[in-house]
């Protein structure tokens, strides 16, 4: 079946697997997604399915997620460990990946690393890592900011996201997870290149 038949199959599947509040955020981060795509020459069926999808063991319980990876095929690191918030990306990839049989690299990255990013992200995972932060219902200090940025530069929107998840982790004493710090790094390394900083 073609991935773009699959939208609402999709959207009804997660509204049984989460509350209504998440359900909502998700939606919005599939709306936010497909605006991106459209900006920066994306697949937005891709992203969209993405966003519907980025949260799908988001609500489950902690040892339904550890069997889905274990089943998988993954090995989780010390910081992984240490913290179950990293699980559901990761959880929700193989779940797409080995449940739902949705074998497209970007949809399943996309997923796995909306956390914490990584080095050398594609164009939807880019969008998915950012949409996650700007959709309708989301409201933090600095959120108008994030949608500003989001829409001149996904790189400068990520850096943007990066600085505040990596300071707020910092000031709490807590792991910050190596794919993070790639991501930063390979997020500022595109911006002096770009010469956007």
């Known amino acids: 079946m073609a ?3 699959n939208k609402e199959y999709f959207r009804s599947l997660i509204k049984t697997r989460m ?11 599939a709306d936010a997604a497909v605006r991106l795509a459209e900006k920066y020459g994306a ?3 891709k992203a969209e399915i993405a966003g519907i999808l980025h949260d799908c063991c988001k609500e489950i319980p902690k040892d339904e997620m550890l069997q889905i990876m274990t089943s998988g095929g993954i090995i989780l ?13 990761i959880a929700g990839s193989v779940y797409v990946r080995d449940t739902l049989k949705i074998n497209d690299e970007d949809i399943i990255n996309a997923i796995r690393y909306h956390t914490t990013g990584r080095a050398g992200m594609s164009l939807i995972e880019k969008i998915i890592f950012v949409a ?4 309708a219902e989301r409201n ?5 900011i994030m949608r500003t940025k989001a829409f001149e530069s996904l790189e ?3 850096l943007f996201g990066l600085q505040f ?13 190596s794919n993070a710090v790639h991501c930063y790094n390979d997020t500022v390394l595109f911006l002096e290149k770009e010469g956007l900083l």
């Open 165 to 177: 998840t990596i300071s707020d982790l910092a000031k709490r004493k807590m792991t910050i997870h």
């Open 140 to 144: 933090y200090d600095g959120v108008d």
């Open 3 to 5: 991935i773009n038949m």
């Open 19 to 29: 509350g209504e509040r998440r359900y909502i955020h998700s939606i919005n981060v």
């Open 43 to 45: 697949d937005a069926d």
């Open 156 to 158: 400068s929107a990520m």
């Open 77 to 89: 690191d010390a910081v992984e460990k240490n913290s179950s918030k990293l699980w559901h990306p």
């Open 132 to 135: 996650d932060f700007i959709g």
